[in-house]
């Protein structure tokens, strides 16, 4: 993971080491930007420790997490992860915080690159995500690219998102790439 390199015109993702636990805290804690995410209990240290222990689900190919940051000064902007990956090569992802320094084009590109990663580097088949109904802004955000809804529950849209799709994706927002 360490020599991957994942970017576009204005964003990169690094993968995550122990030393991003503070700002991936700070972001989980921010009450404007953890709305629509799971809560976080604990410190900072608590937070270094989960890493820990990602790091080696990463080493076995489990999970992937991501600090997404911009090209042009190199600034930590927010997180990304995939996750859950299933038997018939289906990734989940989330933990997508953007903070105030993003760029207006972030959001796109650091889904496509997510995007990227699961479908063109680790040849995965479909993506599924859940959506909290409230967040209205990331529902159309993710209609916009082409994920479809397939149910939802009291809480949540659950949607999927295929390799065709992300082609689709990928000639439509190509100038961000």
């Given at each position: 993971m360490r020599n991957l390199s994942l970017f576009t015109k204005n964003t990169?993702?690094?993968?995550?080491?122990?030393?991003?636990?503070?700002f991936?805290?700070?972001?989980?804690v921010d009450s404007r930007l953890n709305k629509h995410i799971s809560?976080?209990?604990g410190t900072v240290i608590e937070q270094a420790e989960w890493i820990e222990d990602y790091k080696k689900r990463e080493e076995n190919n489990e999970e992937?997490?991501?600090?997404?940051?911009?090209?042009?000064?190199?600034?930590?902007?927010g997180t990304i992860r995939l996750y859950n990956i299933t038997k018939d090569d289906g990734f989940c992802w989330g933990?997508?915080?953007?903070?105030?320094?993003?760029?207006k084009s972030?959001?796109?590109?650091?889904?496509?690159?997510i995007y990227k990663f699961g479908f063109l580097h680790k040849n995965y088949k479909y993506s599924y995500f859940q959506?909290?109904?409230?967040?209205?802004?990331?529902?159309?955000?993710?209609?916009?690219t082409g994920a479809t809804i397939i149910k939802e529950d009291d809480v949540n849209f659950h949607f999927e998102f295929y390799v065709e799709n992300f082609i689709r994706l990928r000639e439509k927002y190509s100038k961000y790439f």
């Open positions: 990169k993702l690094i993968p995550v080491e122990i030393n991003d636990a503070e991936i805290y700070s972001l989980r809560t976080i209990n992937f997490y991501f600090i997404i940051k911009r090209t042009d000064n190199d600034e930590k902007i933990s997508w915080i953007l903070n105030d320094d993003k760029m972030s959001a796109i590109e650091s889904a496509y690159l959506v909290d109904k409230k967040n209205k802004e990331v529902i159309a955000f993710h209609k916009k």
